[in-house]
């Protein structure tokens, strides 16, 4: 069964930091290019960064870039996103996607996890 079970969100004032961490199972996770995406109310959900499957190339979102790194460790099956100067627009519920390239069907997404920033 997969799972992608994301932890880490909480409230964090402006200019704060918080770490996301997403614990995948159930597949083979070194074969799978790894995202965080995030949903604020009346958005559409939006790519946040991206990193691929053996951890050589990563991108972000012009938004993010500088304050937020996005890193995973294959032998943990784990993938993260470490986020600094947490601004108020940062505010959203994040998804962690696991996405195998080339096969549109292994497309997995967690539950998602709250992160609000806000004085």
């Known amino acids: 069964q997969v799972r992608l079970v994301e932890s880490g969100g909480g409230v964090v004032q402006p200019g704060g930091s918080l770490s996301l961490s997403c614990a995948a199972s159930?597949?083979?996770?070194?074969?799978?290019?790894m995202s965080w995406y995030r949903r604020t109310p009346g958005k559409e959900r939006e790519l946040v960064a991206t990193v691929t499957s053996s951890g050589d190339d990563i991108n972000y979102i012009a938004s993010v870039k500088g304050r937020f790194t996005i890193s995973r460790d294959n032998a943990e099956n784990t993938v993260y996103l470490r986020m600094n100067s947490l601004k108020p627009e940062d505010t959203a519920i994040y998804y962690c996607?696991?996405?195998?390239?080339?096969?549109?069907?292994?497309?997995?997404w967690g539950q998602g996890t709250q992160v609000t920033v806000s004085s």
């Open positions: 996607n696991a996405r195998r390239p080339g096969y549109l069907l292994y497309n997995y």
């Open positions: 159930g597949f083979t996770f070194t074969n799978y290019a």
